[in-house]
């Protein structure tokens, strides 16, 4: 077999198939072909020495906003995944029903990495977010679009993977969960699960929580008060668990107010962690607190989580919560994305939301990034 990339002499960590071994990987028609030591190429394969680095399955950021140029908050897709080693951006109702073609035609289609989408219910997105003009979309219930989102979610079942609502009382205002359960009507209609944004009450925690079904996700899971999902006595709240027990799965969604490390702290001694680990990325908080996706992941390495949870988190667990197995893994047949990290010591500054600061002792910075088998990011692939 010929084969167009070998990544040569990384550390290989791949929860999917429960890796952590010195181990090359190559890929050939841009799956993932094979793993092994000592593979090797010919003339036409690209060799580049991994050595010293830590090769994951594409990192997968379960929340971002790239909608870029269509709405306020949207970011350059291919820019943060460049600095970020995020291979596949899931983009969360930043287009409704009335603005996901331009979504489609003008991002997702012309980008090199990966982009997926859960579609907002409300007609226009997430259309007025931005520093000085902040409307919430799910406040007016007229912008409530259920047969609309239907039709286009099935129409772009390709790269639509569920259904996305903002609740809470600056996303939805007056209309508590109404807008949740119209997304959830839509979910169940087209067979997609819902990811459901929390901010502050009302409407509650437990009772959005309550509302989710299995395979349903809840972001900024990590909230600081109010909303938080600890106890003020530090203990996780028992609709939290209850939920999780369930197949509940919780998204961290870090963002410009979703995350803080009290919260977090409280559930990790708990023993509960966030099932996948996500940036939120925006135009509010890209230069900071939330940056990008490595960040955030660094912030769970220095609270404690280890690394290849920590990495479980960014791959195999977000491929779970959209379906898309094919996505986050290095097993031979997989899409052949990959991500080449290194985990620096020393001391680092971390804030959350709240503005904490926390001095952590390793930081994982992105080392390059392979999209559909191909070395993508840092130096251009020479002309085939
Ligand atoms: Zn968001």
């Known amino acids: 077999m010929t084969y167009d990339l070998i990544l040569r002499g990384g550390r290989v960590i791949d929860p999917s198939q429960k890796l952590d071994a010195m181990t090359d990987v190559a890929f050939a028609a841009g799956k ?10 010919d003339a036409k394969t690209d060799v580049r020495d991994v050595s010293g680095r830590i ?4 990192l997968i950021d379960l929340h971002t906003h790239v909608y870029w140029g269509g709405t306020s908050l949207g970011i350059d897709a291919e820019d943060f995944c460049r600095r970020s ?10 287009a409704g029903p009335g ?25 226009a997105g997430i259309y007025a977010f931005s520093p000085r003009i902040m409307v919430g979309e799910s406040e007016e219930i007229r912008l409530m679009a259920p047969i609309d989102a239907a039709e286009v979610a099935n129409a772009n079942r390709d790269v639509i993977v569920g259904i996305k609502v903002r609740v809470g009382a600056r996303a939805s205002g007056r209309s508590g969960t109404v807008p949740l359960d119209v997304a959830l009507q839509v979910a169940e209609e087209v067979g997609l699960p819902v990811m ?27 909230r600081p008060f109010p909303n938080s999902p600890a106890t003020a006595q530090g203990t996780v709240k028992r609709a939290v668990i209850e939920a999780r027990q369930r197949g509940v799965l919780f998204d961290i969604g870090h963002g410009k107010g979703s995350f803080a ?16 680990i996500s940036s939120d990325v925006h135009a509010l908080c890209i230069n900071g607190p939330a940056f990008d996706q490595v960040t955030t992941m660094s912030k769970f390495l220095c609270l404690g989580v280890p690394l290849n949870d920590v990495i479980a988190a960014s791959t195999v667990n977000a491929a779970f919560a959209v379906k898309r197995p094919e996505l986050g893994s290095l097993k031979p047949g997989s899409v052949g ?8 010591e020393g001391r680092f500054d971390f804030v959350d939301v709240v ?9 994982i910075a992105s080392e390059g990034v392979v999209i559909a088998g191909r070395w993508w990011h840092p130096q251009p692939h020479p002309a085939a």
């Open 337 to 344: 994305d990959a991500t080449i990290l290194s985990v620096n």
């Open 32 to 41: 993932v072909a094979r793993l092994g030591t000592g593979l090797q190429g």
């Open 196 to 222: 459901a944004h929390i901010d502050e009450p009302p409407p509650s925690y437990e009772e959005v929580l309550a509302r989710l079904r299995p395979g349903d996700v809840l972001t900024h899971a990590f």
């Open 355 to 363: 503005g904490e600061h926390l001095t952590g002792d390793r930081r």
């Open 99 to 123: 603005n996901f073609a331009g979504f489609r035609k003008h991002v997702i289609e012309r980008s090199a990495v990966r982009i997926l989408a859960y579609l907002h219910v409300s007609f």
């Open 85 to 94: 080693g995020v291979t596949t951006c899931i983009d969360t109702g930043s």
């Open 261 to 276: 490390f009290k919260t977090a702290r409280a559930m990790l001694a708990n023993g509960f962690r966030p099932d996948t």
């Open 55 to 58: 090769v994951t399955p594409g």
